[in-house]
């Protein structure tokens, strides 16, 4: 399943891409700096969208399927301050406060521990690092998407690589100490009803966290 998964991935977004997931990814990625962790990197569609501005490109993904598209893209962008780790979100390879930024992009809604994965983004950056964040969430309570998302929610992680319809990720964020300092929310074009519900934005790790 995860070979079809990273086969079909960036086919059954294209049109999504194409419509507005392009550039919001430019938009936001054209704001980050220095030394970046990419978790859940994929098959490495942002890698186009980083800026000259970062010095270090750190793209962890643990589907050695994924990976292998992911060091493909790598090669041809011939990105020469990048590396491929195998890490997932939930056990990041990295010391403590070695990232100035975090990217997760639709990423949040397959992890196995969303909980144990924003404490490790949090470990990971520095004082002051930002997280930056596009992922698909749960549409307002009481919503008739909502009532969907919750009834197909079982099914649909089972074939979709474990990606949850109904998570609160915006909630998570802030619950696990994040401030989150520039959000915009907005449908997902091109995309099934169920997934267009968006957050992304930028959440900032206080001064006094580890």
């Not at 800026?51 to 090669?75: F, G, I, W």
Request: aromatic fraction near 6%.
């Amino acid at each position: 399943m995860s070979f079809l998964v990273a086969f079909l991935s960036d086919k059954f977004m294209a049109k999504t891409d194409e419509a507005c997931l392009n550039e919001w990814r430019h938009g936001l990625l054209n704001q980050v700096s220095g030394e970046v962790l990419e978790v859940g990197a994929g098959t490495g569609i942002n890698i186009k969208f980083y800026s000259d501005n970062v010095t270090r490109l750190v793209l962890s993904e643990p589907d050695k399927h994924m990976r292998k598209y992911l060091r493909e893209q790598v090669d041809n962008h011939q990105l020469k301050i990048a590396s491929v780790t195998s890490g997932t979100a939930e056990q990041i390879d990295s010391d403590d406060e070695s990232f100035d930024y975090v990217v997760a992009t639709l990423v949040c809604c397959s992890v196995t521990n969303l909980k144990s994965s924003l404490r490790e983004i949090r470990r990971v950056l520095r004082p002051e690092g930002s997280l930056v964040f596009l992922e698909h969430v749960a549409a307002a309570d009481g919503t008739p998407t909502r009532r969907w998302q919750n009834r197909i929610n079982p099914i649909w992680k089972t074939f979709m690589g474990n990606c949850h319809l109904n998570r609160e990720t915006e909630q998570a964020i802030v619950t696990e100490g994040f401030e989150i300092i520039q959000i915009e929310r907005e449908s997902m074009r091109k995309a099934p009803p169920i997934v267009r519900p968006t957050i992304r934005g930028i959440a900032k790790k206080p001064n006094n966290q580890i």
